[in-house]
């Protein structure tokens, strides 16, 4: 399984972008799938998820200006990102838990794609 991101860029304070990431390989399943994020010298931390069924959780310094989405035909989640601040400047990553049969499971990682937010 390999997820592949992309869209990240340089862009000025109160603009957007989206990004987006697919899953290709062989698998049963993608149940949640997410976009975490590290900037310089911090811890990587979540930014937002979704389930299969659409449930959506954000962390609470992108509630309102991010918006996760997701295409299960397509094994594909999206971030759109708008209000961008310089703060969200950060490596972000793609994450799925991903299911090899009904019973097995694991997390994999896309490689990252940088957002850097500046005028």
């Known amino acids: 399984v390999q997820l592949q991101a992309s869209g990240g860029g340089l862009v000025q304070p109160g603009g957007s972008l989206r990004l987006s990431c697919a899953a290709t390989?062989?698998?049963?399943?993608?149940?949640?799938m997410g976009w975490y994020r590290q900037a310089p010298g911090k811890q990587r931390e979540l930014v937002a998820d979704?389930?299969?069924?659409?449930?959506?959780d954000y962390a609470h310094s992108v509630k309102g200006r991010f918006t996760i989405s997701r295409d299960n035909a397509k094994n594909t989640v999206y971030l759109q990102m708008n209000s961008l601040k310089p703060e969200d400047t950060a490596v972000y990553y793609c994450?799925?838990?991903?299911?090899?049969?009904?019973?097995?499971?694991?997390?994999?990682w896309g490689k990252g794609t940088l957002v850097t937010v500046s005028s």
């Open positions: 390989g062989s698998f049963f399943m993608i149940t949640s």
């Open positions: 979704i389930t299969r069924s659409g449930d959506t």
């Open positions: 994450n799925a838990f991903v299911a090899s049969d009904p019973w097995n499971g694991m997390d994999y």
